[in-house]
């Protein structure tokens, strides 16, 4: 252990304002890194689906259109 | 020889099943290393004799840039092979890839101009190495504009394969030139800290934090090819089986 | 049928491709003649906004007509391929039986004369006007001589991979610019070496490396990109 108290820690020997400026900035990188295509993930899923669930409805539709004729 | 295994590379549905399986470990194992290297930097290594508290930027700086350099080149390297296997999957990495390249790059560019204000006393200095990274910024700020630009998945993927390689003919030019440059303008150059070598108890959460950052780069890849896939293959039969599933 | 196809050899069609790029410069001059006032405008806008200084205007003037210079080249990358393009000639050239990449040489050689040679011969005027230093010009123009070269090369790439795009604008410059670095900095260093009465030589040999790289590993990528942006 390099500090004998939370607020040294927090105080960097002076530099805490540049250290944790760092490291706030890396953690947002990292968090919309790994947040991004998990949410891209979500919305592309929801697309696909939907798209399908309008071809088989337009599918269907057309058989019912047919069976009638 | 058995080129089974290359083919296989080939296959996005293959590369699909497969990085699913991978995926959960590498998210587990990247994110716990970079905890544990970063708790590790900030509070049990050791302090800079010369820098004090403000060297533990370090942890961050040293692992971003890194990356964001080997991020390029891995880049090349699929580009070469999708030029001339003309393997899918070597498209979908470059797209993959470049967003976080750059992200990187800008992380490693902004941790050290942070670390600049401490230790040089501005934030930013033309220094070789980092005009460098600037440099390699423009250049992935290109890759993904092109990429962008061109909507037609399969020409823009072969003309980024071809700026990406153009690119890395170039990376050992401007670096040799940059570096020229800067002892030309700048007969007092700044060197992080004349000491021998990092004490083990230094370098380790280093160590850490690098392994750490390239396995969460590996999975947030995987995830983004994952994405990529999908929207490209999104006519096969196996995408429609698995979005109604 | 053959024999027609025979007749017409690498030098014939080579020169065909010469003539008709002149041509084609010809009826739009106005193209050309732009980028040039561009030039000009540059570095007159560069005094106003900085300082009228002539001792401060002569330590900056290599890197101001520098960046002019390159800035201005980007803006003739737009016409080098975009015509034929729509024309339709491009295909042709892709699908004759000669190397594109010759061809491509050529085509860059004469999109070089066209805008490159004309900013070389107003340049020394607009570095007087910034007060740099009679006896630097020669250097200046030399560096002129063997870096734009390069950089109407490294552009081409730019301006065929984009070729197919609507506007391609900021971007071609955006991927250009990045690589186009090293010339600025071995130009300028070169100029300012003579300035500071030091030996121009290394940075002469080093400009000289990247300008033979250039001619050899440039219309490759060029030709690719072509390729690929007509296959579309």
């Not at chain 2, 934030?123 to 990429?147: E, H």
């Amino acid at each position: 252990m390099n500090f004998e108290s939370f607020d040294s820690f927090i105080n960097m020997g002076g530099h805490g304002l540049y250290v944790w400026l760092s490291y706030g900035v890396g953690l947002c990188v990292f968090v919309i890194a790994l947040t991004a295509p998990l949410m891209k993930r979500k919305s592309i899923i929801k697309e696909l689906s939907q798209l399908q669930r309008r071809k088989q409805r337009s599918l269907s539709s057309n058989e019912n259109s047919t069976g009638i004729t | 020889m058995k080129w089974i295994f290359f083919h296989k590379l080939g296959s996005p549905k293959w590369f699909f099943d497969i990085s699913g399986k991978f995926l959960p470990w590498f998210i587990v194992i990247g994110i716990s290393l970079l905890v544990i290297g970063s708790i590790w930097g900030l509070i049990f290594a050791p302090k800079d004799y010369q820098q004090g508290d403000s060297f533990r930027i370090i942890y961050l700086h040293v692992p971003a840039a890194i990356l964001a350099q080997s991020c390029y080149l891995m880049m090349a390297a699929s580009a070469l092979v999708s030029l001339v296997w003309k393997m899918k999957l070597a498209d979908v990495f470059i797209t993959s890839a470049a967003p976080l390249g750059a992200l990187f790059t800008f992380l490693a560019l902004f941790t050290g101009a942070v670390w600049g204000k401490p230790t040089w006393g501005t934030w930013w200095v033309w220094d070789a190495r980092l005009t460098a990274m600037l440099v390699l910024l423009f250049l992935y700020f290109g890759v993904i504009s092109l990429q962008t630009a061109i909507e037609d998945t399969l020409l823009s993927s072969k003309a980024t394969a071809i700026l990406v390689l153009v690119g890395v003919v170039n990376i050992p030019i401007i670096k040799y030139s940059v570096e020229w440059w800067n002892t030309l303008h700048q007969p007092a150059t700044f060197k992080l800290t004349e000491k021998p070598a990092m004490v083990p108890e230094m370098w380790i959460p280093l160590l850490v934090m690098v392994i750490g950052i390239y396995c969460f780069f590996s999975a947030v890849v995987m995830l983004r090819m994952r994405n990529e896939i999908l929207m490209r293959e999104r006519k096969t039969k196996w995408v429609q089986r698995l979005v109604s599933g | 049928m053959t024999d027609m196809q025979q007749n017409i050899n690498l030098i014939q069609v080579l020169k065909r491709v010469c003539v008709r790029e002149y041509l084609g410069a010809s009826r739009h001059r106005q193209a050309f003649i732009n980028p040039l006032v561009f030039f000009a405008i540059i570095i007159a806008l560069f005094p106003l906004g900085v300082s009228p200084d002539p001792k401060f205007l002569s330590l900056a003037s290599v890197g101001v007509v520098w960046v002019g210079a390159l800035l201005s080249s980007m803006l003739s990358l737009d016409n080098l391929f975009m015509k034929d393009y729509e024309d339709g000639s491009l295909e042709q050239l892709v699908l004759s039986a000669q190397p594109l990449y010759l061809i491509m040489l050529v085509k860059l050689f004469v999109h070089w004369t066209l805008t490159g040679l004309p900013l070389i011969i107003i340049s020394p005027l607009l570095a007087v006007m910034l007060y740099l230093d009679f006896d630097h010009l020669p250097v200046l123009l030399l560096t002129l001589i063997m870096g734009t070269p390069v950089i109407n090369l490294i552009g081409g790439i730019g301006a065929a991979l984009t070729v197919s795009l609507r506007s391609s604008g900021v971007l071609v410059s955006l991927l250009v610019l990045p690589l186009t670095i090293p010339v600025l900095i071995f130009s300028t260093g070169a100029v300012q070496a003579s300035i500071d009465g030091a030996s121009v030589n290394g940075y002469f040999a080093i400009l000289g490396m990247l300008l033979m790289l250039a001619i050899t590993l440039a219309p490759f990528a060029t030709s690719a990109a072509i390729k690929l942006s007509v296959s579309n």
